[in-house]
């Protein structure tokens, strides 16, 4: 019996489950030479949401983060998720674009490719597996694992046969949500191993409390290599501990061969780390067995939580939890995994709010049903489908198929703003937040999203204060905290806005008042507060987000049914549609704008 494999995910997967991927660069790195001489199989160091989350929020060049780490890990395998034709996005991408990024991402150091399709649709898998194996890496095919009456044992192994003969050089069997059990787990491992002969690897959250035990029955019926994450970044919506799993199979037939006490060495180091981190701790940190009712990823219920507050619906949770799997039926059972997660889970949302069932459909939802995400694992509802896209043709083929080669628009796009084929990418995963992260570069202006001060450091009796403000229509709560003498010529201040802290530095308390304002960046009647909706031509939105085109102008006619505008959340967008026919009379938005119900985005008046 060879060893057991170890794969540690601290430096991706383990700090996007409980930190939202807000772990930045310069604290991982001082880490890098003590995991490099652990001996692991592999460090799962990149992709996934860490690309997003870098120049999203972070404000860092998310290949240099790859170049770093490649540098400061010169032992180890580096491990990347990629989501098949989707890459780090959440759209198809065409092939050219998909070789491209491969190819960067091999030459910056990426050893191992684990690559997947939340639809379980080996097409989607075909261009990224020929790119992997073109660059002379490891290509991992995986099999994303969820529970319906479409999926059985006898499916996924003739998925795992399939990826083989696509000339993966391993299997992964990915279990997101953390819905294995352990004697499916036997089962479902021996099968695999029994019909493909490749090694494999499982990756199961601990989201249910099973993840421990379904390692063990893993490695029991011929699974080669497990995922797990430094105890400190370990359990809850994370992973199973690296320290207990090394232990358990110490003395056994299993054993890893890992050295016990220089793991706990970068556990101590987590530990102090995860505090700089603590206020984007997720608030399901433990156990939540309603995963196996709901089959929704701790992540997903995450986000979910954020929408609803925005709402002030967050009692409706339950409701959300409830329509989940309704909706995951109508749309052909996919597994819950990004950005079919997203789909399902943002669609939910909206007939919850709305009380009215697919009254709004999703831009995504309605390409998801025409086929363009790649085939349903089973039947479709078809009042739905026929709702959402009428008697437009179904995409049989492979969805990448309709696409035109993209490379070289986006470059020109881009322009001049693009120093190499790297930022070209960056754009193209992100449009807008790509533009303007590079933008921002070009500038010398980039800041990440600063970090609130851990509690002991704050000054002791400093109550915070407390009041609301209004911008483009949407009310914020906010509350500061003040810290150094008021005659110094710098103070800080701490704001926590609707719980999401910022630190300002700042003369005093008036001048955030005075540079807050935005008057004068649009037009008064969108600066100032949008009116409440009272008439059938009033256009509103069913969920908060953010506009991302405005369809019409003032003066224009319309007919009831007509898009007028674009929307965005949860990163999903939806068409708003004219409610009645008329002439659009005002126009309260622009893009970019927040935005939420209750609130005039623009008037139509009747003929």
């Known amino acids: 019996m060879p060893k057991i494999n170890i794969t540690d995910v601290c430096l991706r997967d383990a700090h996007q489950s409980l930190l939202a991927t807000r772990m930045r660069t310069e604290d991982l790195l001082p880490i890098c030479p003590k995991l490099d001489a652990i001996g692991y199989w592999s460090l799962e160091c990149w992709g996934g949401a860490t690309f997003d989350a870098c120049v999203r929020f972070l404000k860092e060049d998310p290949w240099e983060r790859l170049r770093q780490l490649r540098e400061a890990l010169p032992r180890t395998r580096l491990q990347m998720l990629l989501r098949g034709q989707n890459l780090l996005g959440y759209r ?21 490719f684990r690559i997947f399709d939340a639809l379980n649709d080996v097409r989607n898998l075909q261009t990224a597996i020929e790119a992997t194996k073109a660059a002379g890496k490891h290509a ?65 959250h601990a989201t249910s409390g099973l993840a421990d035990m379904c390692h063990l029955k893993a490695i029991e019926n011929g699974c080669d290599t497990i995922d797990t994450a430094i105890s400190s970044l370990a359990g809850g919506t994370s992973h199973p501990p690296t320290e207990s799993m090394v232990a358990a199979l110490r003395g056994t037939p299993y054993d890893t061969g890992l050295n016990l006490q220089a793991i706990q060495d970068i556990g101590i180091y987590f530990y102090q780390i995860r505090k700089r981190y603590h206020q984007f701790e997720s608030e399901f940190t433990g156990v939540d067995t309603r995963v196996q009712i709901n089959q929704v ?22 409701a959300v939890l409830d329509e989940i799997p309704k909706v995951r039926k109508d749309l052909g059972y996919p597994p819950l995994v990004t950005p079919t997660s997203q789909i399902v889970g943002t669609q939910a949302v909206i007939n919850v709010l709305t009380d009215k069932r697919y009254q709004t459909i999703t831009n995504e939802v309605k390409l ?27 995409v049989e083929c492979r ?77 914020y709560h906010v509350k500061v905290t003040g810290a150094g003498h008021k005659g110094q010529a710098d103070r800080h201040f701490y704001l926590n806005i609707d719980g999401v802290p910022e630190e300002v530095l700042v003369e005093t308390l008036d001048e955030i008042v005075l540079t807050g304002g935005t008057e004068g960046a649009v037009k008064k009647a969108i600066v100032g507060k949008r009116p409440k909706p009272s008439a059938p031509g009033h256009v509103t939105t069913s969920m908060p987000g953010n506009i991302v085109d405005v369809l019409v102008k003032e003066g224009d006619t319309v007919e009831a049914g007509q898009s007028v505008l674009v929307t965005e959340a949860m990163k999903m967008e939806t068409e708003i549609q004219a409610p009645i026919a008329g002439t659009v009379s005002a126009v309260y938005v622009i893009k970019g704008d927040a935005v939420n119900p209750d609130e005039v985005l623009l008037e139509i008046a009747p003929p």
């Open 399 to 475: 969805p990448a198929d309709l696409l035109k080669p993209e490379m070289e628009r986006l470059t020109q796009d881009i322009g001049l703003l693009a120093q190499s084929a790297d930022d070209v990418l960056i754009y193209a995963m992100f449009p807008e937040i790509g533009r303007a992260f590079l933008e921002q570069r070009a500038a010398g202006t980039l800041q990440p999203e600063p970090l609130e001060p851990p509690p002991s450091t704050k000054v002791a009796g400093s109550a915070p204060t407390e009041f609301k403000i209004a911008v483009h229509g949407e009310t």
């Open 368 to 394: 998801y049903l025409q086929g363009r995400y790649g085939r349903a694992p089973g039947p479709v509802n078809p009042t739905l489908q026929q709702q959402a896209i009428g008697n437009e043709e179904l």
């Open 92 to 112: 198809h991408y065409s092939d050219d674009v998909v070789r491209a990024f491969v190819k960067r991402s091999a030459e910056h150091g990426m050893d191992v």
């Open 140 to 204: 991992q095919g995986t099999i994303c694992y969820t529970q319906s009456p479409v999926h059985t044992v006898a499916g996924f192994v003739q998925m795992g046969k399939e990826l083989a003969a696509m000339g993966c050089d391993s299997l992964a069997l990915k279990d997101m949500a953390g819905l294995l059990t352990p004697f499916v787990t036997a089962d479902l491992v021996r099968a695999l191993k029994d019909a493909v002969d490749l090694p494999l690897h499982l990756h199961s």
């Open 297 to 318: 990823p701790g992540g997903m219920i995450s986000n979910l939580a954020h929408q609803l507050k925005e709402q002030n619906a967050l009692e409706r949770m339950s």
